[in-house]
């Protein structure tokens, strides 16, 4: 049994926006601004776009993608962010702003008993969601409240709510369903590798499309692994 963290290994990744149009012509979109942690590495990598557009089929104003890892004092800690402002999809669905944010806090004290970190989505929101015209109200969890505590007392905070609380998704007749606030481990048995998903579209009728919109992932570790 290791009895002395060698390093922590920062794993992150994050899109600002994802996915396909099936209907009325199939088309790609790719993945806008994917950014990730290398070699498992600190540092700050950031990507930012302006003005996308693909004909009235979907279109956004800017995009963000923001990794930055640090280490403080024997505290490790990972801010994952994608943004997407001004989004419009088809003549039906604007955004205003969805924001994606994960940030994930390790103590290397904690350090053979727990190597994991904890994962906080608070500051994540959607604004100004509005199909037909009409704002949708949405419900998030508490987790996603942004405060003024430290990034360490957020990630402690989220505890209190865990991964796979996911609001009821809104479903409009004639356009397709729409997921929310998708925080989810990326398996019950590895609770340490959490995935956000802010805004996700299933949609059909006249325009049919998959999109996914805010992407984060976060999936630290102290090496090498000890008790858990």
């Given at each position: 049994m290791p009895t002395k963290m060698q390093k922590y290994l920062y794993k992150a990744h994050a899109i600002a926006l994802r996915g396909s149009i099936r209907k009325p012509y199939f088309q790609e979109l790719g993945d806008h601004l994917s950014v990730k942690t290398y070699a498992g590495s600190s540092?700050?990598?950031?990507?930012?776009?302006?003005?996308?557009?693909?004909g009235d089929v979907i279109q956004y104003d800017t995009a963000h993608t923001q990794i930055d890892?640090?280490?403080q004092n024997g505290i490790f800690t990972t801010s994952v962010t994608s943004q997407v402002f001004g989004l419009r999809v088809g003549?039906?669905?604007t955004v205003g702003e969805v924001?994606?944010?994960?940030?994930?806090?390790?103590?290397?004290?904690?350090?053979?008993?727990?190597?994991?970190?904890?994962?906080?989505?608070a500051g994540s929101i959607i604004r100004n969601l509005e199909i037909?015209?009409?704002?949708q109200s949405l419900a998030f969890p508490t987790a996603f409240a942004a405060n003024q505590k430290s990034g360490d007392e957020r990630a402690q905070s989220s505890q209190d709510e865990r991964p796979g609380l996911i609001?009821?998704?809104?479903?409009?007749?004639?356009?397709?369903?729409?997921?929310?606030?998708?925080w989810a481990w990326v398996h019950p048995d590895e609770q340490h590798q959490q995935h956000l998903t802010m805004l996700r579209l299933?949609?059909?009728?006249?325009?049919g499309a998959a999109?996914?919109?805010?992407?984060?992932?976060?999936?630290?570790?102290?090496?090498?692994?000890?008790?858990?």
């Amino acid at each position: 049994m290791p009895t002395k963290m060698q390093k922590y290994l920062y794993k992150a990744h994050a899109i600002a926006l994802r996915g396909s149009i099936r209907k009325p012509y199939f088309q790609e979109l790719g993945d806008h601004l994917s950014v990730k942690t290398y070699a498992g590495s600190s540092g700050r990598t950031t990507c930012k776009a302006e003005g996308f557009r693909l004909g009235d089929v979907i279109q956004y104003d800017t995009a963000h993608t923001q990794i930055d890892a640090s280490e403080q004092n024997g505290i490790f800690t990972t801010s994952v962010t994608s943004q997407v402002f001004g989004l419009r999809v088809g003549k039906r669905l604007t955004v205003g702003e969805v924001t994606c944010r994960l940030q994930s806090v390790y103590n290397a004290d904690e350090y053979p008993q727990n190597c994991y970190p904890r994962i906080s989505p608070a500051g994540s929101i959607i604004r100004n969601l509005e199909i037909d015209g009409r704002a949708q109200s949405l419900a998030f969890p508490t987790a996603f409240a942004a405060n003024q505590k430290s990034g360490d007392e957020r990630a402690q905070s989220s505890q209190d709510e865990r991964p796979g609380l996911i609001p009821e998704a809104i479903h409009v007749p004639d356009l397709g369903t729409i997921f929310y606030a998708e925080w989810a481990w990326v398996h019950p048995d590895e609770q340490h590798q959490q995935h956000l998903t802010m805004l996700r579209l299933a949609l059909g009728s006249d325009l049919g499309a998959a999109i996914c919109v805010g992407q984060a992932c976060s999936d630290g570790v102290g090496w090498p692994p000890g008790n858990n």
